[in-house]
């Protein structure tokens, strides 16, 4: 939601504006977006639309798993036709409660727990490169503990945000210096690529590059980094690609569709099966290109059946989803002020989008196929159980926007958060103020390098200034944040830098 | 932040507009590729109907079969390619090969090394093991899915050689082009005579299956179905046990008689309905290879002259236009002239005075000819072609020989001294034993019949028409005739016995009628004095008849006990029925009439 839709006032919900809407169409529009607006205004909204969005996720994700996996699953020994399913709906019990975790520890306590977090994600890669990993269909990716398949990758994304996250916040204004912008973030990222690479595992670097851009676009780094990284990417991609026949392959299959054997294959395959789809969809159930005409039409391609069963519709709804979760996540970034939130929550959201754009992107053809699945509906157990801790973060991290926090306090946890025995968020408590270097401390930005800063000639507090909306929190008839006990009440601007 | 959120919803839009383009614009060609790459014509076989006997048992049915297939060219360069490229992952061909041929020797039981072989050969398609059990044959394309499986189907003869030169044999034909056209069809017999009706039409339908295995369905695409016809069912009039006891003991007569060869049919007196038709040589349909010889059906093939028997003829005209009575004496001396031939009795005599029974029951073939002269050669050759000599019967059995009947305008005097006593005509023992069906009657000959109905797939029961009956002679005739025929089993003192005495069945009347026929010399082109033809006919019982029995023995060794009398036979085969189906015994006894009078 915009800042103008949230910056309505909630007292206009009055008899004028209903009566308005039944004169007029025009009017009638303008009610509907009045009611929205009022609803999406309360303290709790951003909550109660991660939980929506997780919940049809997770029943979308679940259906469509026990309608593409039969066939595989029959097929393969020692399976039953539901033994696929069944072990996705274990880890969607798992991952309920990782959900659970993740909402109810204070996010401080995440936080503090963060490095340790990042140390183990890398001890753990190692260790997977170790006998003690497991090696299926090639990567040397799994811990395989009895029926389990555990992919530390995974939570190595995880580990990532926090920690970069953690770090870059802490480091605050030294970051207009490059040494401290990239170090120890990108040397401790690029060992994480490089472990991740000997397994080798491509989609999971991927993700990881999109987290670690994340965090440094967060962290304000400038736009002639990013144009650095692009080009590195591009030449990493290149050279991966020529030293891995099957990479080639992929990118050439990409460059040069309408080969339909090969490695073509697979891509053909999904565009076939939405071709099917149309716009309704065969059916739920009744997909073709789960009966092995779709390689993993299970967990990479699963998009390409809901093409097929649910249609252009079905399509629409996911994306729906998807984008649902972008603005409401970055609603949650921005509405949060302690800046360790919003970069998590902001990185948090870019991960899971992206990764679902990535995924949606090489199913429709638009880019080159890597193994990244789409998050909450590809069948993988790592995947979802990591996915839903980062949805009970960023729910966690809803929970924390000023007014939640004075709602919760000020009127209890509510039902849902009774049930689930929820703390009250706490709020936030900026940190003690170090004495600054210099004598005095001039706007942000002014003292930078014009080498570093080129484009930044307007400092960031004379830029944020008209995007404050002078009504903010006066006329809205809000629950005032608490101003009195920590003197920042409302929406200060962060004092760490950053994006916005 | 909000770049980012315009990013990202900004890439999550350009996929939904990929998605317009994929699922609309180029939907149609798309799925049409689509649709091609999965979609399968499957064949829907037709099943070939059954032959089953009077009773509903079967004679003949089909049983669904799988053949393996192989392609060793292509596979061994497949497997070795995969060797070199990962080795220690997949096994060489060799090695593949060889656990190929044991896991088939394990689960068919077929030889490895036979396998091994095949597999290994440098042909480009090998068919491995043939009609097998499908469950058997899944198991095996299961593990190895580069073995294929067609489709086929067996005939079954749960009878062996029970029928079999009847119903004949039906074998998997691959020499259409089209493979969809592959199917069962007859050899030999019905199987082949009827082949139209068995077979059925095959069908197919388009179904979309699994990649990379055809016979997996996805459920609910099956569509465009031309629905199979299977194949009508024939039911036959032929009862199974009737025709095992009949093959049976006709080829054990034959061979204890040294006969060449055999053949016997038994009918209903009144419907003409063939119970059994048996030869003496029969075939095993079930095995692989079948020996030409035997697979043939002389009983309807093989027209002989019939000898004796066919004084029936005579008897029946010489009664019919009253010239004679049965108690009628006739001086019958020891020979006979016609024209420029001498004809004798089998035995020698004087001047006899004998009854007209005794003239049949003796077989007297001077007595027959004076008869016969009496009757005049125009209402005999009427009387042979009332009679249905010369014409086919229309049994319903292929290759059936209508015989032969010298025309009327082609007699040549010496031709009536030969016709009344059975030499110069031919005719099946089914024409032989439907004469005698006209005797048993009442005067209406019934055209032997051996298929009943047909029953449609749809369980439907189409009786095959009855064909119509022929009135030959009055009723009354008829019995007469029946009544003198009881005494050639007349087994009194002499010189009132009868031919075959050993015919007779205790408690039963009988009618019958013994032959012996000389058979042309080959070499000398004259009638031969020891190849015979030996030929019954013969009505159970005379006094209310069921079953007429026909058998007639190829150059049995006349010399030997059993090789100049086909009526002990009849004897076994009368008391059969008798049994099985519970005749019902005469009144009375069989009377004592006298055949010679003392000289």
């Known amino acids: ?500 | 932040m909000r770049v980012v959120r315009i990013l990202l919803v900004i890439g999550l839009i350009a996929t939904g507009v990929k998605l317009v383009q994929v699922q609309a614009f180029e939907a149609p060609a798309l799925s049409a590729k689509s649709q091609r790459q999965r979609s399968a014509t499957v064949d829907v076989q037709a099943v070939r109907g059954s032959i089953v006997d009077r009773n509903g048992s079967p004679l003949a049915f089909s049983v669904e079969v799988r053949t393996l297939s192989y392609r060793p060219q292509a596979m061994r360069k497949q497997w070795d390619q995969a060797a070199a490229k990962h080795p220690g992952q997949f096994d060489n061909y060799e090695a593949h090969s060889a656990k190929l041929a044991q896991r088939m020797q394990d689960v068919l039981g077929v030889d490895a090394h036979q396998m091994l072989a095949k597999l290994r050969s440098a042909a480009k398609f090998v068919y491995l093991v043939n009609n097998i059990d499908p469950s058997k044959a899944r198991t095996i394309t299961d593990e190895f899915p580069e073995v294929s499986a067609e489709v086929r189907a067996v005939r079954d003869y749960p009878g062996h050689n029970l029928a079999s030169n009847i119903v004949g044999v039906a074998n998997w034909r691959m020499d259409d082009p089209d493979t969809r056209n592959h199917n069962l069809h007859g050899l030999s017999g019905l199987e082949s005579s009827l082949d139209l009706m068995l077979a059925g039409t095959p069908g197919h339908q388009v179904v979309d299956t699994e990649e990379g295995d055809d016979g997996v369905v996805i459920p609910g695409t099956v569509r465009q179905t031309q629905a199979a016809v299977d194949g009508s069912d024939v039911v036959l009039t032929i009862d199974g046990d009737v025709q095992y006891y009949l093959q049976e003991h006709l080829a054990a007569f034959a061979k204890k008689a040294g006969a060449h060869s055999a053949s016997a049919v038994i009918m209903d007196a009144h419907t003409g309905e063939v119970y059994a038709l048996a030869n003496d040589k029969s075939f095993d349909p079930n095995k692989p290879t079948y020996d030409n010889a035997a697979m043939a059906n002389p009983a309807v093939s093989n027209p002989y002259e019939p000898g004796s028997v066919n004084k029936v003829v005579t008897a029946l005209a010489s009664i019919e236009y009253g010239i004679t009575t049965p108690t009628a004496v006739h001086e019958v001396p020891g020979q006979i002239q016609v024209a420029d031939r001498t004809v004798h009795d089998a035995w020698s005599h004087g001047l006899l005075q004998m009854t007209t029974t005794g003239i049949f029951a003796k077989s007297s073939n001077v007595g027959t000819l004076e008869l016969a002269q009496r009757v005049g050669p125009d209402r005999f050759s009427d009387m042979l072609k009332r009679l249905g000599l010369g014409q086919r019967t229309g049994i319903g059995l292929p290759g059936e020989s209508p015989g032969s009947v010298p025309p009327r305008s082609q007699w040549s005097g010496s031709t009536f001294g030969n016709l009344p006593i059975g030499q110069g005509l031919s005719m099946t023992v089914l024409q032989m034993a439907s004469m005698y069906q006209t005797v048993a009657n009442d005067g209406v000959r019934v055209p032997p019949r051996i298929i009943s109905a047909e029953v449609r797939p749809d369980g439907s029961r189409v009786q095959m028409p009855r064909p119509q009956g022929i009135r030959v002679v009055k009723p009354q005739t008829a019995i007469t005739v029946r009544n003198m025929l009881r005494a050639v089993t007349q087994g009194a003192p002499y010189p009132n016995s009868g031919t075959a005495p050993q015919a007779a069945l205790p408690g039963y009347q009988v009618s019958g009628k013994t032959g012996t026929a000389q058979q042309i010399n080959p070499v000398t082109h004259t009638y031969s004095n020891s190849n015979y033809w030996i030929t019954f006919a013969g009505i159970l019982p005379a006094d209310s008849p069921r079953f007429v029995v026909g058998i007639v023995l190829d150059r049995p060794v006349y010399t030997s006990p059993d090789g100049h009398s086909a009526a002990p036979l009849f004897h076994d085969v009368a008391s059969f029925l008798a049994q099985k189906y519970n005749i019902p015994l005469s009144k009375t006894e069989t009377p004592v009439v006298t055949l010679q009078l003392p000289s």
């Not at chain 1, 030293?243 to 569709?257: E, H, I, M």
Request: proline content about 7%; some cysteine; overall charge positive.
């Open chain 1, 1 to 500: 939601m915009t800042r103008a839709m949230r910056g309505r006032p909630a007292s206009a919900a009055t008899k004028s504006g209903t009566k308005k809407a039944e004169e007029h169409p025009r009017g009638r529009v303008a009610g509907v977006k009045f009611v929205l607006t009022a609803w999406l205004g309360r303290p709790l909204a951003s909550f109660h639309l991660v939980l929506a969005v997780l919940g049809l996720l997770t029943v979308l994700g679940l259906t469509m798993v026990l309608s593409a996996s039969p066939v595989v699953s029959a097929k393969t020994p020692g399976s039953t036709v539901y033994t696929v399913f069944i072990k996705q709906t274990l880890f969607v019990a798992a991952g309920s409660v990782l959900f659970w975790i993740g909402l109810r520890v204070p996010l401080r306590v995440i936080r503090s727990l963060s490095p340790y977090a990042m140390l183990g994600t890398v001890l753990s890669l190692m260790a997977v490169l170790t006998p003690l990993g497991a090696n299926v269909n090639g990567a040397q990716s799994w811990f395989i503990v009895g029926p389990l398949s555990i992919q530390p990758v995974e939570f190595a994304k995880l580990a990532l945000a926090l920690w970069g996250a953690h770090v870059l916040v802490v480091k605050g204004k030294a970051l207009r210096q490059y040494r401290h912008m990239l170090v120890p973030v990108v040397p401790v990222a690029l060992l994480i690529f490089a472990l991740v690479m000997l397994q080798p595992d491509l989609g999971g670097t991927v993700t990881l590059g999109v987290v670690l851009i994340a965090l440094l676009w967060f962290a304000g780094a400038p736009l002639r980094l990013f144009g650095t990284i692009a080009a590195g990417g591009l030449a990493g991609v290149v050279l991966l690609a020529v030293g891995s026949g099957y990479r080639l392959s992929r990118v050439v299959n990409f460059l040069k569709p309408g080969d339909v054997e090969g490695a073509a294959f697979q891509s053909n395959q999904a565009l076939y099966a939405l071709a099917d789809g149309g716009l309704f969809g065969q059916g739920l159930g009744e997909g073709r290109s789960k009966w092995e005409y779709l390689p993993n039409v299970q967990n990479d391609f699963i998009f390409a059946l809901i093409g097929e069963e649910l249609g252009f519709l079905g399509c629409v709804l996911v994306l729906g989803l998807f984008a649902m979760i972008a603005v409401v996540g970055m609603r949650i970034a921005t509405r949060n002020i302690d800046p360790w939130i919003r970069m998590v929550a902001a990185t948090l959201t870019v991960w899971l989008v992206a990764q679902a754009a990535i995924n949606i992107g090489y199913v429709v053809g638009l880019l080159p196929v890597t193994g990244i699945t789409l998050p909450m509906i590809s069948a993988g157990g790592t995947s979802v159980v990591v996915t839903m801790l980062v949805f009970g973060i960023l729910a966690n991290c809803a929970r924390h926007e000023p007014e939640a926090v004075a709602a919760l306090r000020s009127q209890g946890p509510g039902k849902f958060g009774t049930l689930l025995r929820l703390p009250a968020p706490d709020p936030y408590n900026p940190p003690v103020r170090r004495k600054p270097a210099r004598p005095s401390n001039p706007p942000r930005g002014a003292d930078r390098p014009t080498g570093l800063s080129g484009r930044r000639t307007v400092p960031v507090e004379l830029r944020r200034e008209p995007r404050r909306d002078p009504r903010h929190g006066s006329r809205r008839g809000r629950v005032a944040p608490d101003r009195t006990a920590h003197g920042r009440g409302g929406y200060p601007r962060g004092a760490e830098g950053g994006r916005r």
